[in-house]
């Protein structure tokens, strides 16, 4: 019973370097989203997905790219790091819309440091 | 101003007390409410969700809405160890096809000690 997995769960970049965080979700959900959390601003969204194909911005979505090639996995791109994007980023999944008070569920977590 | 504020804590008390974590909010137009926990290292897991204004219990964690006040607030009786963890509230208003973002507090840390 996976939920949403998210890989790498730890990593450390250099200034300008690229990476991509994979999240892969077993419950054949339709919506996704990329997340970041930092301490004191709480949780802002970065991207979402509404369907295999589609990706639209969120709060947040400068310095950042996604794809949802299939619709299990949801990839998170950083072209260029910055220090600022030094951050816990979390995957998650739903069934249907946030608002609708079905449950979200979220990865793990992905450490993210860039220097 | 931010469209939900959360006192971040911490909070430390001891096991057995009733726990009291409130949530502000600006936005009128905001009408499901809910309240996310999370342990350290972890992703957030839904504890209650609230629809409108009102109350909701679910064993010892009753949750309550009040839109007048825009006020949302989640009560922990009999509180345990095992509470332990940060506490998130969120919010999001209805606007038929779109995403109906939610809108995160930025947590209460409590602990809950033995």
């Known amino acids: 019973n996976a939920g949403v997995t998210q890989t790498p769960k730890f990593r450390v970049l250099k200034t300008g370097q690229s990476m991509t965080l994979l999240c892969a979700q077993d419950?054949?959900?339709?919506?996704m989203y990329w997340y970041r959390q930092d301490p004191g601003m709480g949780l802002r969204l970065i991207h979402y997905?509404?369907?295999?194909?589609?990706?639209a911005k969120g709060e947040v979505p400068d310095g950042y790219n996604v794809s949802r090639l299939k619709k299990q996995n949801f990839l998170l791109g950083l072209e260029s790091a910055a220090p600022s994007q030094t951050s816990v980023y979390f995957c998650?999944?739903?069934?249907?819309?946030?608002?609708?008070?079905?449950?979200?569920?979220f990865g793990e977590g992905s450490w993210l440091t860039v220097v | 101003q931010k469209e939900v504020e959360q006192d971040p804590g911490p909070l430390s008390v001891p096991e057995g007390a009733i726990v009291s974590l409130n949530c502000t909010y600006s936005?009128?137009?905001?009408?499901?409410f809910m309240w996310y926990r999370q342990y350290s290292r972890k992703g957030p897991e839904l504890l209650m969700y609230?629809?409108?204004?009102g109350n909701k219990e679910d064993g010892r964690f009753t949750a309550q809405v009040d839109k007048s006040s825009k006020y949302i607030s989640l009560f922990i009786r009999d509180s345990q160890p095992s509470d332990s963890a940060t506490y998130l509230c969120?919010?999001?208003?209805?606007?038929?096809?779109?995403?109906?973002?939610?809108?995160f507090g930025r947590g209460t840390q409590l602990t809950v000690w033995p």
């Open positions: 419950m054949n959900h339709e919506y």
């Open positions: 969120a919010m999001s208003d209805h606007r038929g096809s779109t995403l109906g973002r939610l809108y």
């Open positions: 936005n009128s137009a905001f009408q499901y």
């Open positions: 997905s509404v369907g295999e194909g589609t990706t």
């Open positions: 998650a999944s739903s069934r249907d819309r946030q608002h609708s008070g079905n449950t979200i569920y």
């Open positions: 609230t629809y409108s204004s």
